[in-house]
């Protein structure tokens, strides 16, 4: 059984950093890539990034390139969300998630969840 725990959620102003965790219990964490979401009100869940198992990262949202990345320490079992120059809509509830690969899937087969951390960011 795998457990996943966000920490880091803050409210912040407009172009503060930001660092959030993802601690990982279980099994052969350095196997599985890791995904960050988020879900702003009233929308959607979006996938932001991933990192394969090796620590290589992949983006998919277009507004976070230069500003957010992501690393991660196998000897620790945690992902790390590192978030710059952070801007309103960046505002979401921020989610980890394993992938079902040690790479990071194109269609995203994520298993298993955390219970997401809240990210605040006023102008």
């Known amino acids: 059984q795998v457990q996943l725990v966000e920490t880091g959620g803050d409210s912040v102003q407009v172009g503060d950093s930001l660092r959030l965790s993802c601690a990982f219990s279980?099994?052969?964490?350095?196997?599985?890539?890791m995904g960050w979401f988020r879900q702003a009100p009233g929308k959607g869940r979006e996938r932001v990034l991933c990192?394969?198992?090796?620590?290589?990262?992949?983006y998919y949202e277009e507004s976070v390139k230069g500003r957010f990345t992501t690393s991660r320490d196998n000897t620790k079992n945690v992902i790390y969300l590192q978030m710059n120059s952070l801007k309103p809509e960046d505002t979401a509830v921020y989610y980890c998630?394993?992938?079902?690969?040690?790479?990071?899937?194109?269609?995203?087969?994520?298993?298993?969840w955390g219970q997401g951390t809240q990210v605040t960011v006023s102008s």
């Open positions: 998630a394993k992938e079902h690969y040690y790479y990071c899937s194109t269609s995203g087969s994520y298993d298993y």
């Open positions: 990192i394969t198992s090796s620590g290589s990262s992949t």
């Open positions: 279980g099994r052969s964490f350095i196997s599985y890539a």
